[in-house]
């Protein structure tokens, strides 16, 4: 059997994605299952035993599916005649995607599922589609693919903490100067050397950091890839952060995570993941000694 998801959107909506693409491969443990979504997603579930192959949603030529009427591209085409089952996560209110993957000869069964609003937590949510097929959520766990094997093997005088203090969103970012007075406050207390990661959304944060967090034990690592991050996670002994794709990573890599929903509600977008914990104000951020409070009773635990 060949199975094919379509998945578009940012890591976060990926990773949310994946315990719907467990289930399915738990189902069918000997199907080859390929997914059209980011070009980089495919560095952290290619392997064996999880995704056999993606394919970049980018791609030139999937443009043409959705307009109504007009010439296919020929290499999809061909493309989505190779499955059996297909599910797609693509918005397609007016079917325009499903009739033209029917005129470019798609056979099998197709299911199409809305990923916006969901009413239960987002990776429940996705998962809909699974339960149609007579199966459930599964360990997103098992899709770690070749590049995730292995990780990061290091000997520590301290505890590491890796923080994440930005995201996609600057309204989901709580100020860097409030991260950094509740570290301060954790600091004294705990022992623990920080990783600070960075992409492009976290440009000139490092400018904003008191040279306390820029000593020898404190680093800030930019523009990894998307392996090297979840290793990063994955060794942590405490993950913080926002909501964020990043956060979703951590929550997939096992670590322990303390997340901080501001705007953003965790009752939906919470990342999925056993010793996931996340902060909410109900809207609102911590107020002062809040946010330390909290992260101390999770180092404890």
Same mark, same amino acid.
């Given at each position: ?28 443990? /000997?199907? *080859?299952? @390929?997914?059209? =979504? ?7 579930? &290619?392997?064996?035993? #999880?995704?056999? +192959? ?123 100067? /409030?991260? *950094?007075? @509740?570290?301060? =406050? ?7 050397? &920080?990783?600070?990661? #960075?992409?492009? +959304? ?100």
């Amino acid at each position: 059997m060949k199975i094919l998801v379509l998945r578009g959107g940012a890591l976060g909506d990926f990773l949310l994605t994946l315990p719907a693409v467990a289930g399915i491969r738990e189902k069918w443990p /000997d199907a *080859v299952i @390929e997914m059209v =979504v980011g070009k980089k997603f495919g560095e952290l579930v &290619v392997g064996e035993g #999880a995704i056999q +192959a993606v394919r970049p949603i980018d791609q030139p030529g999937l443009a043409s599916f959705y307009a109504k009427g007009g010439k296919l591209d020929a290499e999809w085409s061909d493309y989505f005649t190779e499955f059996d089952l297909t599910i797609s996560y693509l918005f397609d209110p007016d079917e325009i995607f499903f009739t033209n993957w029917k005129r470019a000869g798609g056979t099998g069964e197709f299911i199409s599922h809305d990923p916006r609003n969901p009413k239960e937590v987002a990776w429940k949510h996705l998962a809909e589609p699974v339960r149609r097929l007579g199966a459930n959520a599964g360990d997103p766990g098992r899709l770690f693919g070749g590049k995730l094997k292995g990780g990061i093997k290091t000997q520590r005088k301290k505890p590491s903490w890796v923080i994440h203090a930005g995201s996609g969103g600057a309204k989901k970012n709580w100020p860097i100067q /409030d991260w *950094v007075k @509740e570290l301060e =406050v954790l600091a004294r207390k705990h022992d623990f050397a &920080v990783t600070w990661l #960075a992409g492009e +959304a976290e440009v000139g944060l490092e400018g904003q950091l008191h040279e306390f967090w820029k000593r020898r034990d404190h680093r800030w690592a930019k523009n990894l890839t998307l392996p090297e991050v979840f290793h990063q996670l994955q060794s942590s002994d405490l993950y913080l952060g926002h909501d964020s794709g990043i956060s979703h990573l951590a929550g997939w890599s096992g670590a322990k995570c303390g997340i901080l929903f501001g705007p953003t509600d965790p009752a939906l977008w919470a990342p999925h993941g056993e010793r996931v914990r996340c902060w909410s104000g109900g809207g609102r951020w911590p107020r002062e000694g809040e946010w330390a409070e909290w992260v101390d009773t999770m180092v404890a635990n």
